[in-house]
């Protein structure tokens, strides 16, 4: 596929440390697991208002599996599945399992093209490479995952792929305001010490970007709608220490580079402490992004030549009697 005009601009993040990372932040995600289970609840809101009876379905992200109960307990006709990056995370999502031991295996990479209603239910992939067949699933679904990708304009093609005709992605992922009172604070904090300015948060895209990029990747009637949701903390080292635990910086940094020297870290909570409340608290914000588009008819072959449907034929002309 050729480059899309939504092409994504951040930085490329390195895949093998974001897994190191969060096999790491694995056995203390449920710590801060609040955040996407409030997400996931919006989510499901969001799905009432959606006719939808998936054959299959697909948690691209799945982390620790925490959305996979809801999800086969709403759809109990559908083999749910789960794909995520990292081998912690996963293990982790076993237990949401049935107690039939024989479904507790992950997905063998020679295996990937197969799917059946029968067989493993996890892949550990990038959810921008599945070891899926094109045409899998007739339901995506992804909670706060897509943000942890450095190119979404390359992974929604692939979701798109993975989805039949017709099929429904749903996903929710943060925006650029997200977490801007510690962008801010360790803008100051670089500015005042005269360090060259670098990226200490990731750049999240922009709403209507993502809408341009479902819209280029073939999904048709994209619903797109955003809210900021604000939790407070009551020290910086407790809001710093959800920070870590929630995710990671999937840059490369050098080791020097990557030591926080004492002074630094007592400059960043000054500059946290500064925004305190008159409540006392020290805010954080999400902007929370929400999206759902259905995979598009495709209206050319491979090759590049048109497809007219046959229950096409003829409606222009009814439409002009």
């Not at 692939?158 to 989805?163: D, G, M, S």
């Not at 803008?187 to 895209?205: K, L, M, N, Q, S």
């Not at 797109?224 to 604000?230: A, C, G, N, P, V």
Request: hydrophobic share 40%; charged share 25%; glycine share 8%.
């Amino acid at each position: 596929m050729s480059p899309s005009p939504a092409k994504s601009s951040r930085p490329a993040y390195d895949a093998r440390l974001l897994r190191r990372i969060f096999d790491r932040r694995a056995a203390t995600f449920s710590d801060v697991a609040f955040l996407p289970r409030e997400i996931a609840q919006r989510m499901r809101e969001r799905l009432d208002y959606i006719k939808a009876s998936p054959a299959s379905v697909l948690d691209a992200g799945c982390g620790t599996g925490d959305d996979l109960p809801a999800l086969r307990e709403r759809f109990p006709e559908a083999p749910v599945f789960g794909a995520d990056l990292s081998h912690g995370m996963l293990l982790r999502a076993l237990r949401h399992e049935s107690a039939d031991t024989t479904w507790r295996r992950f997905l063998p990479a020679v295996l990937g093209k197969t799917l059946g209603t029968r067989g493993p239910r996890f892949a550990e992939a990038d959810f921008g490479a599945l070891p899926f067949a094109s045409g899998a699933f007739d339901f995506v679904w992804s909670n706060l995952a897509l943000h942890w990708h450095s190119r979404p304009d390359l992974v929604f093609p692939e979701w798109q792929r993975v989805l039949k005709v017709n099929g429904l992605l749903m996903f929710s992922t943060f925006g650029p305001d997200t977490l801007k009172e510690l962008r801010g604070a360790w803008a100051e904090v670089d500015a005042t010490h005269g360090i060259a300015t670098r990226p200490h948060v990731i750049d999240f895209v922009d709403m209507h970007d993502l809408g341009d990029m479902l819209v280029e990747s073939g999904f048709e009637i994209p619903v797109m709608d955003q809210e900021t949701l604000t939790i407070t903390y009551r020290s910086p080292e407790s809001l710093l220490k959800d920070v870590r635990r929630w995710g990671a910086y999937p840059f490369d940094r050098d080791a020097a580079s990557s030591r926080l020297s004492r002074r630094l870290v007592k400059a960043l909570h000054a500059a946290l402490e500064a925004r305190r409340r008159e409540d006392g608290t020290i805010p954080l914000t999400f902007e929370v992004i929400y999206g759902h588009a259905w995979k598009a008819v495709p209206r050319t072959t491979p090759e590049g030549h048109g497809i007219v449907r046959i229950e096409d034929i003829g409606r222009g002309r009814t439409r002009n009697r």
